[in-house]
């Protein structure tokens, strides 16, 4: 007797696909099967032949629970992630109060959020300048023992409470990461340069949305990878750049790759389908973001460097702010407003719509970006990310026909706002299934239960291939 028979599901086989049925027991897959004559379930849930993924992994959210839960808790989080096609999220180390530099700290947040999710959730660890300053890196090894997946450095400023890195506190912090084996994932904008020129932009009065983003330019984000790469080449730490946002970015990934560096990338939808001159004049602070938007060369350059490898896999940055005190607060401008976008319920339809649908990304390469990539990267597979017998029966189950609009007062996330709102796909998420039970169904919208979602740990470390398909 198995617990879900998923009928008519088309899964992919390559670039190609095969409709067959699921047999899902206590969560997780037990077989595939093209008769089911003498099979017998507790439930059948027929996805009528849509194409159904592995479930889909968001492997960069800050839902800042505990602490600023005025802009997201993990309830609202997660059922923002679950209604776009999201089975697991990994949370970012910054956004809690306190933040996550320790293992108690990180107890603190899985006991603040566990009774909260609804999709499952694993976690990132964290170190900072002051961590190094203070001589507290054996946090580090600590957080990486207890099944953290990598470890996050900030180059600029983002949360007081999660001060950034100097260049030699950088070094340091490769070190110790190094040593665990796990990803160092960078916030990739050189400080000074960012500094310098947002204030004399604001001096010089520019008050237009489009300032942010020529203030904050491409060139900070290249410097900054090109040292993170140089300080990977020197460490052995495995360097991951967190939503990318350049082309010039993807082309110094790729190289750094060919020269058998372990540096891996996540570019964000965001930079795949938006510029900054158009957005930022239309929504201004509510597609203000760092790193900014960028061009659509750039657009293009990133679609480019998903399809042959040099980018490994998509994320979001989801990244809510309270609308009424942080983005649009009385007299708040362009240079005042909180940087940030949710993003966590979008993902998986923009890149269904303009990367699978419009000929971008193969079928085989838009599995790995959603889900198998991030899941190897973050040593989640084969539990996640993958569709073998014994695999969490996680589904993001897709009607590629749907056409759709964003609607920002339609959206799950706490904060209702999108630089997205009045976009229009083809393409969505329909089903979202995370080990075996159903949380979110287009029709009825949020099913799953609070407190189901489980806290994932690492299960083994595992590095990409660095193979560029040119
Ligand atoms: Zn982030």
Known sequence: ???????????????????????????????????????????????????????????????????????????????????????????????????????????????????????????????????????????????????????????TPSVPTYPRVTDPEMLEAFKAVAETGLPIGIHAENFDMCDFYVKKFEEEGRMDGPAWAEARMPLAEKVAIELGISFAEATGARLHIVHMSTGIGAKLVGEAKKRGLDVTAETCPHYLTLNYKDAMSKFKQFAKIAPPLRTEKDNEELWEGLQNGSVDFIATDHAPYEIATEKDAEGMNIWTAFPGIPGVETMVPIIISEGYNKGRLSLSRLVEVLSTSPAKHYGLYPKKGAMFIGSDADFTVIDLDKEWTIDKDKMYTKSKYTPFHGYKLKGKPVKTIVRGKLVYDDENGIVGQEGYGEFIKRQSIQKLDKAIKY
């Open 1 to 155: 007797m198995y617990d879900l028979i998923l009928k008519n599901a088309r899964i992919p086989q390559g670039d190609d696909t095969v409709v067959t049925n699921i047999l899902v027991k206590d969560g997780k897959i037990s077989g595939f099967t093209q008769e089911l004559d003498g099979i017998e379930a507790k439930e059948v849930m027929d996805v009528e032949g849509h194409l159904t993924l592995p479930g889909c992994i968001d492997s960069h959210v800050h839902i800042n629970d505990p602490g600023f839960t005025h802009r997201e808790n993990f309830l609202t989080g997660t059922s923002a992630a679950a209604s776009g096609g999201i089975t697991t999220v990994i949370d970012m180390p910054c956004c809690s109060v306190p933040s996550v530099r320790s293992v108690e700290q990180l107890e603190n947040k899985l006991n603040a959020i566990k009774d909260k999710a609804i999709v499952d959730y694993a976690m990132w660890g964290g170190v900072t300048g002051e961590d190094v300053r203070e001589g507290w890196l054996h946090n580090v090894k600590e957080q990486a023992d207890y099944g953290v997946v990598a470890f996050k450095v900030y180059m």
